[in-house]
Structure formats: structure tokens, C-alpha cells
């Protein structure tokens, strides 16, 4: 089992940043992959950003490449999102999810149906 909460999100203008925590708990932390995808108002929930167990692998939707980083502290079985230079579309409600099976690969981790345990989300809101 892998509990997952997000936390960081909140109302920002349009050019600054925020940065977004998932603190998990349960399975050891350094065992599993973790994503990011977010959901805007009346759309589909869509990849953001992963990285492997180890930390080694980054990969990010084409979209959002240069802006948002991801990043994990096995220590603190902490992932990160830092979101710099945010625009009104980057509005979303923003989730952490796992994957614990699986090789980490770049063709499929940003497969939604492949992540196992899913974080309640957080709200980020980006004003113009």
C-alpha cells in the first residue's frame, strides 16, 4: 500500500511560480516510480512529469519542458514539482500518483492507467 498527499498548491499570477510536495508513505519509497498529472476544468487528466525509484530518469510532457521540474528526496519520501513561469492554462487540479510495478521506461510512464496509488490532489490556480 502507498498513501499519497499534495500538497504546495494555491493561487499565483501568471509569470511566478510555486513549487508542489507529495509526501508518501507505506511501501518504501525508493521502490517505486512517481508521476505527476493534473486536470483542468472540463478536461482529461494528463501527464505532467515522472521519475524513476532511483531518481536517475526525468520525463516530462513535450509541452511543459524548461518550465516545470520534478524531482524526489528519498529521505524525506518527498516528491517535487517546481512550476516556473505558470500561465492561466497551467490551471489544474494537480495529482501525484505511483507506480509500483514495472520497469521505469519513457515510451509508457505517462501511461494514467499504469500508476496504482493516486494522492487527492491540489488546486493550482494561475490568474492573468
Known amino acids: 500500500q502507498v498513501q499519497l498527499v499534495e500538497s504546495g498548491g494555491g493561487l499565483v499570477q501568471a509569470g511566478g511560480s510555486l513549487r508542489l510536495s507529495c509526501a508518501a508513505s507505506g511501501r518504501t519509497f525508493s521502490s517505486y516510480h512517481t508521476g505527476w498529472f493534473r486536470q483542468a476544468p472540463g478536461k482529461e487528466r494528463e501527464f505532467v512529469a515522472a521519475i524513476s525509484w532511483s531518481g536517475d530518469s526525468t520525463d516530462y510532457a513535450d509541452s511543459l519542458k524548461g518550465r516545470f521540474t520534478i524531482s524526489k528526496d528519498n529521505a524525506k519520501n518527498t516528491v517535487y514539482l517546481q512550476m516556473n513561469s505558470l500561465k492561466p492554462e497551467d490551471t489544474a487540479v494537480y495529482y501525484c500518483?505511483?507506480?509500483?510495478?514495472?520497469?521505469?521506461?519513457?515510451?509508457?510512464?505517462?501511461?494514467?492507467?499504469?500508476?496504482?496509488?493516486w494522492g487527492q490532489g491540489t488546486q493550482v490556480t494561475v490568474s492573468s
Open positions: 500518483a505511483a507506480k509500483t510495478w514495472g520497469i521505469y521506461s519513457p515510451r509508457n510512464i505517462g501511461l494514467e492507467s499504469d500508476y496504482n496509488y
